[in-house]
């Protein structure tokens, strides 16, 4: 997948597919002025799930997360978290915690202050804060480090502070802002898992705002991709990323060579596509999401496409299969990645693992090659 790795969700006996949805969002618009944030947004969440909401800038993302909080109020819609609407509930009041992104610990106190904070505030009684902050510390494995400032730690033990302080009091639902965005790449990744493991012993459900790809597809069992204040897709991360939408979900996760084309014929056995970027016709192996005769976009991911030197006894072209020649290539360690020049002037990208430990490539600069690729590995969109 190109660097994407998606997340593989264990069976989870605390989901009842029958029972009411733990967490439903009903119709939430919000406004900025002119500016529309949030456009009739509907949405529901099971108990128990990692739930990651997905897109750019701007998208509404996290205006979303800041109605869940109640840190804003819709403008229109409502939200009901098991079984109570929040309507008029204030943040204090409601059964959620958030993991800030700067992650907002107290400089000036211990680890443990930090952790039993909000307990301290309900008045809850010093022994079940103490039991209470223990139990955390050993959640996020941080036992001993009870009495250090938080100047005295590292990026990856704030974020588990951070972590167990929202954690502390027990929250129905935890919203994550961004909250490994401040970490360098190798401990982000050893943080997700964190996540993770600590979401599945705890069974709280969480709803993670991330622009991050990688992110989502590796911690989320569900995501739901927005653009433009609304939901444009949502599934399971090999889902949205195997069976996307539309063309901008198909860009958005991951990486995808879209190409337009229209509809020759169409039937139960499969679609033929004409592509004038490519000069043939593409076959997919199931019908066209569209009539014959329609405009649709073809996506084809790099890594589902083989590259190969041209033999000189090869056809040129043939079904789903190309001629170019190396323009450009990029080496990532574990994979290359390939531009090809086609024959008809358009470039497609051709991703291949690094199987072996070689110092040459399989393929190099300036070589002519044939791209292929099987029926299945096209995505055919209607937009």
Known sequence: MSGLAARVAAPDHRRDRQAEPFLRIEHVSHRFGGFVALDDVSLSIERGEFFALLGGSGSGKSTLLRILAGLLEPDAGRVVLDGQDMAGVPAHARPVNMMFQSYALFPHMSVAQNIGFGLRMEGAPKALIRERVAEMLALVRMEGLGERRPAALSGGQRARIALARALAKRPKLLLLDEPLSALDKNLREEMQFELQGIQDRTGTTFVIVTHDQEEAMTMATRLAVMERGRLVQVGTPGEVYEYPNSRFVAEFLGTANILEGVVESSGPDG?????????????????????????????????????????????????????????????????????????????????????????????????????????????????
């Open 271 to 383: 679609a033929r596509i004409g592509c004038a970027d490519l000069g043939l016709a593409i076959l997919y192996d199931a019908p066209a999401p569209k009539p014959a005769g329609s405009r649709v976009f073809v996506a084809l991911r790099p890594e589902r496409l083989a590259i190969a030197r041209a033999a000189a006894e090869e056809p040129r072209v043939g079904e789903n299969r190309l001629s170019g020649r190396v323009r450009d290539i990029a080496y990532f360690g574990d994979f290359f990645m390939y531009h090809v020049a086609l024959e008809g002037g358009r470039t497609i990208r051709v991703s291949q693992p690094n199987l072996r430990r070689i110092t040459g490539r399989p393929v190099d600069w300036e070589d002519a090659v044939v791209v292929s690729w099987d029926r299945q590995a096209a995505m055919v969109l209607p937009e």
